[in-house]
Structure formats: structure tokens, C-alpha cells
T-cell receptor, first 113, second 116 residues
Framework: SQTIHQWPATLVQPVGSPLSLECTVE??????LYWYRQAAGRGLQLLFY??????ISSEVPQNLSASRPQDRQFILSSKKLLLSDSGFYLC????????????FGPGTRLTVL | AQTVTQSQPEMSVQEAETVTLSCTYD???????LFWYKQPPSRQMILVIR??????QNATENRFSVNFQKAAKSFSLKISDSQLGDTAMYFC?????????????FGQGTILTVHP
């Protein structure tokens, strides 16, 4: 069966510091991968998605970037965090040949002080 | 572009009763998918049920069922025999299928509280 991992689970970072959040998927190959942000416990906003290694599409202009160095690894980064980057970050995957259903990881709670 | 609207910020229900959560959507796609996700206090997003737009039959998963009204662009979730473990935030979501790489558009969520 497929499993998706995210780490760290919780992170507190000062403004201006760098960020690296990691997401990995097990039990599948060539997944589509997604990064979402959830602010204030409400709706999710799609940040990035990837359909293959090195292929990243950005949905909104922001202070963040994403990379996919391996087939089942997706990384969310920032060079300098802003207060507005605080939130709950969720990674998700879907099967390449069946892009209709996404499955989510446990999420990372990021607080920027 | 797709939009998803959940007009009920909060709902409550007594244990063992039935509750219906509302969702409307808008899309220009002919082939799309609709979902309900559950987010309990742990904040893990859990798929509850999915509906393929080209299927007229309403999806059902145990105590969870949907009322899919394609012409009205309505997609409500009915929870029967509510349990305390159903307490969570529920999100309605849509995507435009393969042409959009599965990108999901979410509603703002409905907080459901099940009372004993």
C-alpha cells in the first residue's frame, strides 16, 4: 500500500531564516505530487505541483519554491521566511494515470516568529 | 477556473442522527471529479467519498452518501447514524480531471460537531 510522509511535523522559525520541508511517498511510482497551504484552519490553497522529476509548476507567486530531486520526493523551500509564511503545509500525491484522487500526508505546522 | 462554495461554516448534530453538509461548485469542464475530505483535530486530510461527474448514480461509502445534482452544480454530503468520531472539519473539493493534472480546488470547510 502507498504511504506518504512529511517532516518535520512542527517547526518554529525566525523571520528571515531558511526553510526546507520534505515529503516522500512510498509504494508507488511516477506519482503527481502537490504542496498545499492551509491558513487559519480553513481552505487549502495549492502552492506547487509536479508531474515528474525536475518538473515544477507554481500556482501562486510567493516567497516559496519547490523541487523534486527524486521520483517520490518533493521539497518545499524558502531562502528567507516571512511572517505570512506561517501555516499548515500539506503534501499530497495522486497516481499519474489516475489523477482524480489525491491522498494527503500528515502535514507540517510552521510558525514564523 | 473552478470555484467551490460551502455556505455552512459550522453545523452540529446529535449522535445517531443524520446531518447534511452543503456544497456548490462551478466549472466549465465536462469531465470533472468531486470529493469530500474530512479533517479531524489531528489535521490529517482523509478522503471520505468521491464522485465522477459523468456518473449519474450517487456515490455511497458506508454511512456517507452524496446527493449529486449536476444541473444545479450541487454536491451535498449526508452522514447517517452520526458518531462522535465524525467530529471534524469537512471540505468539499473539485478537480477537472486529467487535463488539470488533478489540481484540487477546495471550499472553505464546514466544522461539524457531533454531540453525545
Amino acid at each position: 500500500s502507498q504511504t506518504i510522509h512529511q517532516w518535520p511535523a512542527t517547526l518554529v522559525q525566525p523571520v528571515g531564516s531558511p526553510l526546507s520541508l520534505e515529503c516522500t511517498v512510498e509504494g508507488t511510482s511516477n506519482p503527481n505530487l502537490y504542496w498545499y497551504r492551509q491558513a487559519a484552519g480553513r481552505g487549502l490553497q495549492l502552492l506547487f505541483y509536479s508531474v515528474g522529476i525536475g518538473q515544477i509548476s507554481s500556482e501562486v507567486p510567493q516567497n516559496l519554491s519547490a523541487s523534486r530531486p527524486q521520483d517520490r520526493q518533493f521539497i518545499l523551500s524558502s531562502k528567507k521566511l516571512l511572517l505570512s509564511d506561517s501555516g499548515f503545509y500539506l503534501c499530497a500525491w495522486s497516481a499519474l494515470r489516475n489523477t482524480d484522487t489525491q491522498y494527503f500526508g500528515p502535514g507540517t505546522r510552521l510558525t514564523v516568529l | 477556473a473552478q470555484t467551490v462554495t460551502q455556505s455552512q461554516p459550522e453545523m452540529s448534530v446529535q449522535e445517531a442522527e443524520t446531518v447534511t453538509l452543503s456544497c456548490t461548485y462551478d466549472t466549465s469542464e465536462s469531465n470533472y471529479y468531486l470529493f469530500w475530505y474530512k479533517q479531524p483535530p489531528s489535521r490529517q486530510m482523509i478522503l471520505v467519498i468521491r464522485q465522477e461527474a459523468y456518473k449519474q448514480q450517487n456515490a455511497t461509502e458506508n454511512r456517507f452518501s452524496v446527493n449529486f445534482q449536476k444541473a444545479a452544480k450541487s454536491f451535498s454530503l449526508k452522514i447517517s447514524d452520526s458518531q462522535l468520531g465524525d467530529t471534524a472539519m469537512y471540505f468539499c473539493a473539485s478537480n477537472a480531471g486529467g487535463t488539470s493534472y488533478g489540481k484540487l480546488t477546495f471550499g472553505q470547510g464546514t466544522i461539524l460537531t457531533v454531540h453525545p
